[in-house]
């Protein structure tokens, strides 16, 4: 058996035996097969694997590497739960005992993390309202309904939505906004066409851009230069 010697020994009265030398090694792999990941969300999975059949002459530790993120962990256990991940993101892990000697060999696996975009916006309304004390008109974006997150597990919360505004061909702005407010107020120009396009954004990507079109036109009084106090889109259009 290399893990033990049989060897002769001596004390200080010059006696002599047979006595047995116990040799420490390093661990093994750990054992059967790679490990495996559960529990897998967009932000954390279950690692766990099987302790190795030769733990080398005493108890064992197991450092497990995980790359990207730079994940260096040692546990005295057989799973672990792993945080802080990058949505859709495939991970190499690598799993090997530990003991006062050293390392055992390593066993590796990889496993991606899950990540969905956002839910779009189902519609986009937009009304229109002359301030006649400013003498300026506002357009009033609301994007119906808000996007909630319907599956936390695959889906990162949202970051901010996405309002890109084209004015008669040219791109006007685009402005990220808050994801707890859910519309937009701008000033226009009469008679102007204006394209909106809205969509939602977490740390996977985006949703599906919500678009409308319309032409900022109102009904005039014939003997008052002003615009009235009515105002209504002319032409209206989602896709």
């Known amino acids: 058996d290399l893990d033990q010697a049989v060897v002769n020994c001596g004390d200080v009265l010059g006696m002599s035996s047979d006595c047995t030398l116990f040799i420490l090694t390093v ?3 750990p054992e059967v097969s790679p490990p495996t990941c559960t529990d897998i969300t967009y932000s954390s999975l279950v690692l766990q694997w099987n302790p190795p059949s030769d733990d080398g002459g005493e108890s064992v530790q197991y450092n497990i590497i995980g790359t990207p993120n730079d994940i260096n962990i040692i546990t005295d256990n057989t799973t672990i739960d792993i945080p802080s991940l990058t949505a859709n993101t495939e991970y190499n892990f690598s799993v090997r005992a530990i003991n006062s000697v050293g390392f055992g060999d390593k066993l590796s696996t990889q496993c991606t993390t899950l990540g969905n975009v956002p839910n779009g916006f189902s519609n986009v309304d ?9 003498d300026s008109t506002l357009l009033y974006v609301e994007f119906l309904p808000c996007p909630i997150i319907t599956d936390p597990i695959t889906t990162p919360p949202i970051d901010n ?3 890109n ?3 008669s061909g040219n791109t006007y702005f685009t402005e990220d906004i808050d994801s707890n407010t859910c519309n937009y107020t701008m000033e226009v120009n009469e008679d102007d066409i204006y394209n909106i396009v809205v969509f939602a954004n977490n740390n996977v990507g985006s949703s599906n851009k919500r678009k409308v079109d319309f032409v900022a036109s109102w009904l005039r009084d014939d003997e008052v230069t002003k615009l009235t106090d009515t105002a209504v889109v002319i032409e209206y259009t989602t896709a």
């Open 27 to 29: 661990p093994s792999a």
């Open 126 to 134: 937009v009304s229109l309202d002359y301030n006649f004390s400013s």
């Open 161 to 163: 939505y996405t309002v």
């Open 165 to 167: 505004i084209i004015e």
